[in-house]
């Protein structure tokens, strides 16, 4: 037995009180007050299991970055050779050929018109890339980004998301960025007129409540983009790689972005990894000259390792047909669940592409005190009465879409199955409707819950 093995084995049952005493207690008081506080014991595919032996399906996905499955087994073996082969790795005055070949292939998936690849580390790191670099290429002062998106919490990145739950106690955040109506292509173009926005970022599907866009929109803002020379900016940080069915989201609009920033499953799960991509055009208005060179880099973004799980996750893609899977059986979820909107009252719709996917809830049209009371305690506390007994009951782990939004939202591994989906909706159908009728305990439950969850106020004190 080996060092590592053994300290997992007569430490690992300490892993709530241990990150509560190190990291963060309120996150374990979170869990223990919703009743998710298990003990992880292994993961495999779609699936985790507890200590206990007890499997979970996960449509959690970590947050969207085990596409390719979680531990899986041909990316675990390339990052095994890799750490065998003791290469020289990050020698940073000198190349290697493994980021190149990434890139290559990065490349070899995305439009014509992006034609260079920066690594980074994570999400918020692509996006704090792209703003950046997209200022000093156009040498506009301004971003645009979208209300109700989610872009990172760096602070760049924090800046150009809308979510008041992440930006209210962190200002003043930076200057020069605005937020415009979703699907308004009128205030859009008000904005771009005055021809000094460097660029207008959008997540294709946003991930807080699953928001799909118009027809037309992101034609429409892309044409704007090109007539007020404003870089066009798509964040694939969660859609992409075969999240929603293509290889990336923007692949259903036939876009041609200036900018995308990516992520998450490119990890395959094991070591973070991300990349800005870009047209030659942004690449040349930073990176212009041999003093230049080395404007923009992240230390450890084209390490070995990084390299390597990006190189096995799209592999693994490819050769599992898994891009192919999720349409397939994204449009079989969907098919499975939208008469809920007409079985149940408190159910406002079911949408999704691909395997990212949600349901919306709604105060019943008769009205409800119970739902009133529920919404005034905590906006969108209702969807926890569906969140809570799928992972209680039903040993599913899912997701509120978001602060304040009535939303479930799944965004599972692309190796699930049609069983895992016949799991997924028949214990969803009896939470539902369990939920609708709220019955005093869960409602007590779901009161107690947001009552532990208030902020308890404290100042730091002044030396």
């Known amino acids: 037995m080996g060092w590592l093995t053994q300290l997992v084995e007569e430490r690992g049952a300490e892993a709530l009180d241990l990150h509560a005493q190190t990291i963060n207690p309120q996150f374990v008081r979170l869990l223990r007050t919703i009743g998710f506080d298990r003990r992880w014991a292994r993961a495999e595919g779609a699936y985790l299991w507890d200590s206990d032996g007890n499997r979970y399906l996960d449509v959690l996905g970590g947050f969207g970055m085990f596409n390719v499955g979680r531990n899986n087994p041909r990316v675990r073996e390339a990052l095994i050779e890799a750490l065998e082969l003791d290469r020289p790795g990050s020698v940073q005055l000198g190349v ?42 156009t040498g506009r002062p301004r971003v645009l980004s979208l209300e109700h998106g989610f872009h990172g919490l760096t602070l760049g990145a924090l800046s150009a998301t809308s979510a008041s739950e992440f930006t209210s106690r962190f ?9 415009v109506p979703w699907d308004d292509l009128s205030a859009l173009e008000d904005k771009l007129r005055a021809e000094d926005v460097a660029l207008f970022i959008v997540e294709p ?14 034609e429409g803002v892309q044409q704007l983009c090109r007539r007020y020379g404003t870089l066009f900016c798509v964040d694939e940080v969660q859609t992409g790689f075969g999240r929603t069915g293509r290889m990336f989201a923007f692949e259903h609009w036939g876009l041609e972005p200036d900018l995308v920033t990516v992520a998450k499953s490119l990890s395959g799960g094991y070591v973070p990894v991300g990349a800005l991509l870009m047209s030659r055009e942004v690449y040349d208005g930073v990176f212009d000259s041999l003093p230049n060179a080395v404007s923009h880099g992240s230390t450890f973004a084209p390490n070995d390792l990084a390299m390597v799980a990006g190189l096995a996750s799209l592999r693994e893609l490819r050769e599992q047909g898994l891009v192919e899977r999720s349409a397939r059986l994204g449009e079989l979820l969907l098919e499975r669940t939208r008469g809920f909107a007409d079985r149940f009252e408190v159910v406002r719709d079911v949408r999704g592409l691909g395997l990212m996917w949600a349901i919306e809830f709604q105060e019943p049209p008769g009205g409800s005190r119970t ?37 479930l939202k799944a965004i599972p591994p692309l190796v699930v199955t049609e069983e895992d989906l016949d799991w997924f909706v028949s214990a969803l159908e009896e939470t539902v409707a369990g939920a609708e009728k709220m019955p005093r305990a869960l409602v007590r439950f779901a009161l107690q819950a947001a009552r532990a969850g208030r902020p308890q106020r404290r100042r730091l004190a002044r030396a």
Do not use: C, M
Request: hydrophobic share 45%.
């Open 171 to 179: 200002g003043p955040l930076l200057p020069g960025f605005e937020k």
């Open 96 to 137: 290697d050929s493994l980021p190149a070949l990434l890139a290559e292939e990065l490349l070899r998936l995305a439009p014509a018109r992006v034609e260079r690849v920066l690594f980074t580390s994570s999400g918020a790191e692509s996006v704090e890339a792209a703003i950046k670099l997209g200022r000093a290429a």
């Open 205 to 218: 599907v946003q991930g807080k409540g699953v928001k799909i866009p118009a027809p037309g929109y992101l």
């Open 371 to 407: 739902w009133k009371l529920l919404e005034r305690i905590q906006p969108g506390l209702f969807s926890q009465l569906v969140v809570v007994p799928l992972f209680r009951d039903h040993r599913i782990l899912s997701q509120v879409a978001g602060h304040g939004l009535n939303v």
